[in-house]
Structure formats: structure tokens, C-alpha cells
């Protein structure tokens, strides 16, 4: 059995852990062994990191030293969760990778080939055979977001539609310059379709 690396990306409330999960259901009922995982975090170090992104002030980093978090917590995720399951032949689904980081950090200012150069560095380059970027029209996104965070949104969720309309642009920059890797979903469909939308964009990569 060959791993195979999935990531689903996309904008807040656009439904990526629920269909994480749908989709490891739908991969588990023919007879593929699935690790669910996450960043920022997915292995030890990484979730200790995580908190620190987090938390506190908008600004609390500068967008070059949230860039170095979000890569070091990467490196960790990917050498002690990501590589091992791979290597033993489960496909990995994780809700957000590094096109999160090209998409917000980008926004910031930090240049695309210096996300990347990084990433070669801390995690070796490896990209996922595929990506699911869910898209819906940012106001639908925010609301959905809103009305499951409440008062307890994250730095980033907090920011204002602007930014969340940048990071949306940034995303579908990535899907349009990588087209065999990334595939955009219509997340405003019921969670039913959006996975079967999935499911067929994976056709090729299942056993
Ligand atoms: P999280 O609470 O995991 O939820 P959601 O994916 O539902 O928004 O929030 C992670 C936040 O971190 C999210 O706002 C996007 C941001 N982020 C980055 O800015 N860069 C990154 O590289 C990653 C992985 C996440």
C-alpha cells in the first residue's frame, strides 16, 4: 500500500475539519488506514508552538517570526507525524500545510519563493500529492466562523474581511499556478456533495 498526503485548505468556517473527517470515513470504508492531523500542530512540538501563534495580540509577531513559527512547527509535524505515516503506508489528511502559510503570510509581506525555501530547509519540500482548496464567498466564511468561535476567535480569524478577502486571492494564485496538485471545491454546497467532490478529485490516487 502506498501513503498518500492530502491536504484540504481554504478560508475560516470554510468546513475543512468536517471534511477531514467525512473523508477519512469515506477513504476507511475501502479498507485504507487514514492519520487525521492538523497545523499549526499535528505532533508534540508543533502543538507547543501552535499555542503561541494562537494566542495574545494581533500583533504579536512580526510576519517574518510567525513565518519561522508556522515553518518550525511544520518541520516537527512533518519529521515525527507525516513521514512515519507515510512511510508506513497510511494516508495522511491534514486540515491545512503550507499553502496556509503562502496564502496568510504572504499577505504580510513575505515573499512566496522565501516560504518555500524554507520549507525545502525545515521539512525536506514535501508536498502533498493532492490539495483541496475549499472556496465560498469570504462573507459566508466569516459568518460561518463566527457563529462557531463566538467571542473566542484566534488571531487570525479576529482580523477583518479585507484580510480574510486577501487570503482568498492568495489561495486561488496557488490553485491557478499548480493545477495538478490543487483542486478548488464549491464549500457552499451541502457537506454531502462537497465530500463527494473530493472523493472524485481523488479518483486517480486510490487503490
Ligand atoms: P485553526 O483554529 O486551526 O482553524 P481554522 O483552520 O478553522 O481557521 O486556525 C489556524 C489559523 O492559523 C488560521 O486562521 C490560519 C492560520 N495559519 C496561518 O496563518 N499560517 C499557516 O501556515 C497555518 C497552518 C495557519
Known amino acids: 500500500m502506498i501513503g498518500r498526503f492530502i491536504s484540504l485548505e481554504g478560508g475560516e468556517g470554510a468546513g475543512k475539519s468536517t471534511q477531514v473527517r467525512a473523508l477519512a470515513m469515506a477513504l476507511e470504508a475501502r479498507g485504507i488506514v487514514v ?16 499555542a503561541l501563534l494562537m494566542q495574545g495580540d494581533v500583533a504579536r509577531w512580526s510576519p517574518q517570526a510567525e513565518t519561522l513559527l508556522f515553518a518550525a512547527a511544520r518541520a516537527d509535524h512533518v519529521e515525527r507525524t507525516i513521514r512515519p505515516a507515510l512511510d508506513a503506508g497510511r494516508w495522511v489528511l491534514t486540515d491545512r500545510y503550507v499553502d496556509s502559510t503562502r496564502a496568510y503570510q504572504g499577505i504580510g509581506g513575505v515573499d512566496d519563493d522565501a516560504i518555500l525555501a524554507l520549507h525545502r530547509f525545515g ?24 457563529a462557531r468561535d463566538g467571542a473566542a476567535a484566534d488571531r487570525f480569524a479576529a482580523r477583518g474581511e479585507g484580510f480574510h478577502l486577501a487570503v482568498a486571492q492568495g489561495f486561488e494564485r496557488i490553485a491557478r499556478d499548480d493545477r495538478d496538485r490543487v483542486r478548488l471545491i464549491d464549500a457552499s454546497r451541502p457537506a454531502a456533495h462537497v465530500t463527494a467532490d473530493i472523493m472524485a478529485g481523488l479518483a486517480d490516487l486510490l487503490p
Open 35 to 50: 492519520v487525521i492531523t492538523r497545523e499549526p500542530g499535528g505532533s508534540d512540538g508543533a502543538e507547543a508552538i501552535r
Open 123 to 146: 521539512s525536506g519540500g514535501l508536498m502533498p500529492d493532492r490539495t483541496f482548496l475549499l472556496g465560498l464567498p469570504v462573507e459566508q466564511g466569516v459568518a460561518r466562523a463566527t
